[in-house]
C-alpha cells in the first residue's frame, strides 16, 4: 500500500512540474479591457467618439416647465375696409372674458452636435428639435403658430413639434436652418421678446451664407437668407397687412462685419428684403386690378456688448440700434413682447405692422401704397450677485411712421419695453427664473377718425367716443429648467 502511495504521489507531481514549466513561458500580462467611449474635444466641444469613425458627438438639451399670467382689458380691431376711406373711423371691440390671464407651458428640446477635424478647419453637423405643448395665457395659438389643437376655447391645449435648428458648417460655410448673421444678439434675456430682430432663439430662417476671418477677432459675413415662413418655429421675415405675397423671387440678402474679443464683441449689419405684394383684402389683382408693388425694403443694425467681469464673473451690458424701411421684421416690433404690436395680451389696439399698406387710390386714380419706416433701440445687462443669482435688466423703445396711408393709418406710433429677469441656479444646470415685463404703446388718431359704431363678431358693438391712443400690459412667467 505503501509502495502505491508513493507512485501515485510522484505522479501528481510530476504533473505539476510539467504545467508549471509550461505556464511560465505564457505570458503573464493581463488583457486590457474593452474601451467602449472614448472622450474628445473638437473646436472646443466635448463629446465621445462615435464608434468606427473620428467624429466627436455631443448630446444636448433641456425641459422647462412655466407658468404665466398678465393683465386683461377690452381689446380692438379695425372697423371698415382696407383700402378705402371707411377704414381708420372706427374700432371693434373684444371683450378681455373671451381670453385666458393664465397659463402654462412645457417644452422639451434636443440637440445633437457632431464635430470633425479637417485640414479646412471643423466640420460640424448640428440639429435641433424642439416640442411646445402649452395651453391658456400667452400660448402659441394666440401667435399664430401652433400645429394642433387638442381641444376648443380659451383652455384649449396647443401642441407642436419642430426642427429649431438644423445646419451645416465647414470652411466657413453655413447651410441650412441656422440663426440669422443681421441679428447682433436675440429677443432679450427672458422668455419674451424686446424689441429686436431676434432670429436668433425663434424663427431661424433657412440659408446659405460665408463667413470669412481675417484674425484677431474679425469676420465678414454675406448670407442669402429664406424669408418664407418656417412653421411652429416662426413666420419668416414677410410682414402682410392687407396685402398677399406673390411667389417668393428673391432671399432676403444679409451681410456684416464682426469682431469678438476679450472685451466683448461689436456688430453692424444690413438686410435687402424684397416686397412683391397685390391687393390682398379685396382679391383685386385676381380679378384683374393692377394694384400690386414690387420694391425693396431694407434695415440697418449695430450693436456692442462689453463684458465687465470687475462687477462680476460673467457680467455684460450691451445694447443695439436698428433702421427699417418696408422691412418691418427687422424692426423687432412683430416679436416683441408676446408677438402682439403692442397690445399686450390683446389689450387696446395694435400697431399696424406690415412691409406695405394699399391704401387705394388717390384724387388722380393712381394707385398708393403706404410705407413704413421705424427706428428702434435696446439694452441688457446680466450682474451675478453670487455664483446663484443673477438678474437681468433690459429695456427697448421703438418708432413706427407710417406714409402715404390716405388717413386710414395711424401716421406714427412708439412703444416701448421694460422688465427684469431673475435666476436662481441652486445646483448646476438647474435654473429657477421669473421674467417681469411692462409694454406701453402710443398712437396717433387717424385722419380718417370719426365717432360712429359698428356690430362685430357675436353681436359686439364698438366704436369708442375717441380713438385708443394708447395700450398697456404686463405680463409675469416663472419656469424651472433642467439642462444637460
Known amino acids: 500500500m505503501s509502495l502505491m502511495k508513493s507512485i501515485l504521489l510522484g505522479s501528481a507531481a510530476g504533473i505539476v512540474a510539467v504545467a508549471s514549466a509550461q505556464a511560465a513561458d505564457l505570458p503573464t500580462r493581463k488583457a486590457a479591457p474593452a474601451e467602449y467611449v472614448k472622450i474628445c474635444n473638437v473646436g472646443g466641444m466635448a463629446g465621445f467618439i462615435i464608434p468606427g469613425s473620428d467624429t466627436c458627438l455631443k448630446i444636448g438639451g433641456y425641459v422647462t416647465a412655466q407658468f404665466t399670467g398678465g393683465n386683461l382689458e377690452t381689446g380692438y380691431s379695425w372697423g371698415g375696409t382696407a383700402g378705402t376711406a371707411s377704414r381708420g373711423t372706427n374700432l371693434v371691440a373684444s371683450p378681455s372674458s373671451l381670453r385666458p390671464d393664465i397659463g402654462y407651458n412645457v417644452r422639451l428640446n434636443l440637440s445633437i452636435d457632431t464635430r470633425t477635424n479637417t485640414a479646412y478647419g471643423v466640420l460640424r453637423g448640428y440639429a435641433e428639435i424642439q416640442v411646445d405643448h402649452n395651453n391658456g395665457f400667452d400660448s402659441y395659438s394666440a401667435n399664430g403658430v401652433s400645429t394642433s389643437t387638442d381641444a376648443a376655447g380659451p383652455a384649449g391645449a396647443v401642441m407642436a413639434s419642430y426642427i429649431n435648428l438644423a445646419y451645416v458648417q465647414w470652411a466657413g460655410v453655413t447651410a441650412g436652418k441656422a440663426p440669422s448673421f443681421f441679428s447682433f444678439y436675440g429677443g432679450g434675456e427672458g422668455w419674451n421678446n424686446l424689441f429686436s430682430p431676434d432670429q436668433q432663439g425663434f424663427n431661424q430662417p433657412l440659408l446659405f451664407a460665408y463667413t470669412a476671418t481675417f484674425g484677431g477677432g474679425f469676420s465678414a459675413t454675406l448670407a442669402a437668407q429664406s424669408p418664407g415662413g418656417n412653421g411652429a418655429s416662426g413666420g419668416g421675415t414677410y410682414i402682410n397687412v392687407d396685402t398677399t405675397n406673390f411667389g417668393m423671387t428673391a432671399p432676403d440678402i444679409v451681410g456684416n462685419l464682426r469682431v469678438d474679443q476679450s472685451w466683448g464683441s461689436a456688430q453692424v449689419s444690413g438686410v435687402a428684403h424684397q416686397v412683391h405684394v397685390y391687393d390682398g383684402a379685396s382679391g383685386s389683382f385676381v380679378s384683374g386690378s393692377s394694384a400690386s408693388q414690387d420694391t425693396w425694403g431694407w434695415a440697418v443694425n449695430g450693436g456692442v456688448k462689453i463684458n465687465v467681469p470687475s462687477f462680476g464673473p460673467g457680467d455684460f451690458i450691451q ?6 424701411k418696408n422691412a418691418i421684421w427687422y424692426s423687432g416690433i412683430p416679436d416683441g413682447m408676446n408677438g402682439e404690436n403692442g397690445a399686450v395680451n ?23 401704397f403706404a410705407t413704413p419706416t421705424t427706428f428702434t433701440v435696446s439694452a441688457t445687462a446680466e450682474h451675478h450677485f453670487t455664483p446663484q443669482w443673477s438678474l437681468d435688466p433690459e ?90
Open 395 to 484: 429695456i427697448a423703445y421703438t418708432t413706427l411712421h407710417w406714409s402715404n396711408s390716405l388717413g386710414q393709418l395711424s401716421n406714427n406710433a412708439e412703444s416701448i419695453i421694460g422688465g427684469v429677469v431673475g435666476h436662481w441656479d441652486p445646483i448646476p444646470l438647474l435654473d429657477f427664473e421669473v421674467d417681469l415685463l411692462y409694454q406701453t404703446t402710443h398712437q396717433s388718431t387717424p385722419g380718417n377718425w370719426g365717432a360712429g359704431s359698428v356690430t362685430g363678431t357675436n353681436g359686439i358693438t364698438v366704436t369708442p367716443a375717441a380713438f385708443k391712443n394708447n395700450s398697456d400690459g404686463f405680463a409675469g412667467r416663472f419656469e424651472i429648467t433642467r439642462s444637460w
Open 319 to 324: 445694447g443695439q440700434v436698428t433702421y427699417t
Open 346 to 368: 390683446g389689450n387696446g389696439l395694435a400697431m399696424t405692422v406690415g412691409d406695405t399698406y394699399f391704401a387705394g387710390l388717390n384724387a388722380a386714380g393712381a394707385n398708393v
